[in-house]
T-cell receptor, first 112, second 115 residues
Framework: QKEVEQNSGPLSVPEGAIASLNCTYS??????FFWYRQYSGKSPELIMF????GDKEDGRFTAQLNKASQYVSLLIRDSQPSDSATYLC????????????FGQGTTLQVKP | EAGVAQSPRYKIIEKRQSVAFWCNPI?????LYWYQQILGQGPKLLIQ????????DSQLPKDRFSAERLKGVDSTLKIQPAKLEDSAVYLC?????????????FGEGSRLTVL
């Protein structure tokens, strides 16, 4: 079982639509969860982090966390072609909070 | 503020040869990471340093990979001898212990091709 599991995609949505990216994890001791965006050939950059159950909104992005179901999601509203990238879900290790464990990433394509 | 610096950006070697990558983290960041990202996969932690001490190297193939962080600042990752499956991007990242978000700041990466 992978520690952090994501559908590799690609997920294709039209411009202006809502993109929904999902992630499940196996370690119930994980405290913190992160969404990183990685453009092709570039390094990952943080776009959202969430610690508590529920929703956290930042502009067009909403992260959702459900620790009971071990599920994290990222919603992107009003998707733009510039959002086309790979989105990496990561969790902090329960034994070493400075260590991030990444999923394989979901490729998002936003079509004009 | 300068970001995480890595070099070289690209390296092509033949199997069984050796290679070294260098990383300079963001000034003041105590924690430095080396991640390996194989094409189509997420980054995998190889080694984590806190200042000049190793915190986690559980996934570092120690028969061929080595890393050091002398003086708690810049770091070098070495592979000797390289195998075909070592072809990947080697990402260096750093973080501040005081960071509320726990955010990692990544360098541009060093892309290794082993022929």
């Amino acid at each position: 079982q992978k520690e952090v599991e994501q559908n590799s995609g690609p997920l294709s949505v039209p411009e202006g639509a809502i993109a929904s990216l999902n992630c499940t994890y196996s370690d119930r001791g994980s405290q913190s969860f992160f969404w990183y965006r990685q453009y092709s050939g570039k390094s990952p950059e943080l776009i959202m982090f969430i610690y508590s159950n529920g929703d956290k909104e930042d502009g067009r992005f909403t992260a959702q966390l459900n620790k009971a179901s071990q599920y994290v999601s990222l919603l992107i509203r009003d998707s733009q072609p510039s959002d086309s990238a790979t989105y990496l879900c990561a969790r902090s290790s329960s034994s070493n909070t400075g260590k991030l464990i990444f999923g394989q990433g979901t490729t998002l394509q936003v079509k004009p | 503020e300068a970001g995480v610096a890595q070099s070289p950006r690209y390296k092509i070697i033949e199997k069984r040869q050796s290679v070294a990558f260098w990383c300079n983290p963001i000034s003041g960041h105590a924690t430095l990471y080396w991640y390996q990202q194989i094409l189509g996969q997420g980054p995998k932690l190889l080694i984590q340093f806190q200042n000049n001490g190793v915190v986690d190297d559980s996934q570092l193939p120690k028969d061929r990979f080595s890393a050091e962080r002398l003086k708690g600042v810049d770091s070098t990752l070495k592979i000797q001898p390289a195998k075909l499956e070592d072809s990947a991007v080697y990402l260096c990242a750093s973080s501040s212990k005081a960071s509320y978000t726990g955010e990692l700041f990544f360098g541009e990466g060093s892309r290794l091709t082993v022929l």
